[in-house]
């Protein structure tokens, strides 16, 4: 059975910083590509980052480049989500995924490429 566990969301002033976690259990981490997602309330969720197997390629949705930074700690079974320079369009719930599909130099942004869903943290950023 594969568990992902997201952590470290909250409330934030605009312009703060978190950083999200999501830890995972069950199977060798190092061979899922892993994901980030949003889903804020009435709008249908996004993706907002994904990273490859080896950790050596990663992707964007273009409203967060250059303020979100995904990485991946093989040795931790963890993946995580630095957010810089929020917004209060920023506020959603965020959830990580995990997905055995393509090469190990490969990242996802469509939900369906992913097999396993976290339950979700929620950001909240206040203007």
């Known amino acids: 059975q594969v568990q992902l566990v997201e952590s470290g969301g909250g409330l934030v002033q605009a312009g703060g910083s978190l950083r999200l976690s999501c830890a995972v259990s069950g199977r060798t981490f190092s061979s899922y590509n892993m994901g980030w997602f949003r889903q804020a309330p009435g709008k249908e969720g996004e993706f907002v980052a994904a990273i490859s197997r080896s950790g050596g390629n990663s992707g964007y949705v273009d409203s967060v480049k250059g303020r979100f930074t995904i990485s991946r700690d093989n040795a931790k079974n963890t993946v995580y989500l630095q957010l810089n320079s929020l917004k209060p369009e920023d506020t959603a719930v965020y959830s990580c995924?995990?997905?055995?599909?393509?090469?190990?130099?490969?990242?996802?942004?469509?939900?369906?490429?992913?097999?396993?869903w976290g339950q979700g943290t929620q950001v909240t950023v206040s203007s």
């Open positions: 995924a995990a997905g055995f599909l393509g090469s190990d130099s490969a990242y996802y942004t469509r939900r369906n490429a992913y097999n396993y």
